[in-house]
């Protein structure tokens, strides 16, 4: 099942919690908001004044530790326990090390993906990391980060799976996720920095390689990919 949102060609739409995109004027209109377009209420909440730009038809730039972002919604889990899910992200790093993301809640971080020395890490309980997803500093990247429940992680990147070096542990799927933090780690540590377009979380749904890829067709156009 597809349907258009901003785009011209239609993206996954079963089982879509969030989708943030700094190209739709209905979710960046400006005003340091970032609005959930899925109509379930997990916006952006901003850190700091990060620019706003119509660089790659919409883009927020986060290259410094004051600049950041955590998606929740006070009265909602952003992922229920017990569920598989997804996490598809459009971003540039500008730096070799620092977070991407962590997900979790107060007490335990339960997802993440992080680069050091050029080479992203995906994090379930134990991290693994991968030859093939290399974190190239301001390049494009769309990355599906899915977790089946009772599986390990694992990822797909431009179209592409991902063939991880080392497994990168079950994840917990018994715990609640209640925020997603971007460029940073849920404690404030581990800052990466980069340049963010767009955030899609799935909830009860574990990505293949054939959605991921009608994902990322329906906006590669926009990113010279």
């Known amino acids: 099942m597809g349907m258009f949102i901003g785009t011209p060609k239609p993206i996954v739409m079963d089982g879509l919690q969030c989708f943030l995109d700094a190209g739709n004027s209905a979710s960046a209109p400006g005003n340091n908001t970032w609005l959930d377009l899925s109509g379930n209420g997990f916006n952006g909440s901003i850190t700091g004044t990060p620019t706003l730009n119509t660089t790659d038809r919409g883009t927020f730039d986060c290259t410094n530790s004051s600049h950041t972002f955590d998606v929740h919604d006070a009265s909602s889990d952003l992922i229920p326990s017990g569920q598989s899910f997804t996490i598809n992200l459009w971003f540039k790093p500008s730096t070799s090390n620092g977070f991407v993301f962590e997900g979790g809640n107060s007490t335990n971080s339960l997802s993440s993906v992080a680069i050091e ?37 694992k990822a797909f990147k431009n179209g ?7 497994n990168s542990g079950t994840v917990n799927h018994n715990k609640a996720q209640t925020k997603l933090f971007m460029f940073k780690r849920l404690n404030g540590g581990g800052f990466g920095g980069g340049t963010l377009s ?12 054939a959605e991921h890829t009608q994902n990322y067709n329906a906006h590669k156009h926009r990113f010279g990919l």
């Open 198 to 209: 767009m955030i899609q979380i799935y909830t009860n749904k574990a990505f293949t390689l």
């Open 160 to 166: 592409s799976a991902i063939t991880m070096t080392s």
């Open 117 to 153: 020395s050029g080479n992203f890490y995906i994090g379930g309980s134990v991290r693994g990391a991968s030859n093939d997803l290399k974190g190239t500093t301001n390049q494009w990247n769309f990355i599906s980060y899915v977790a089946d429940h009772g599986s390990t992680a």
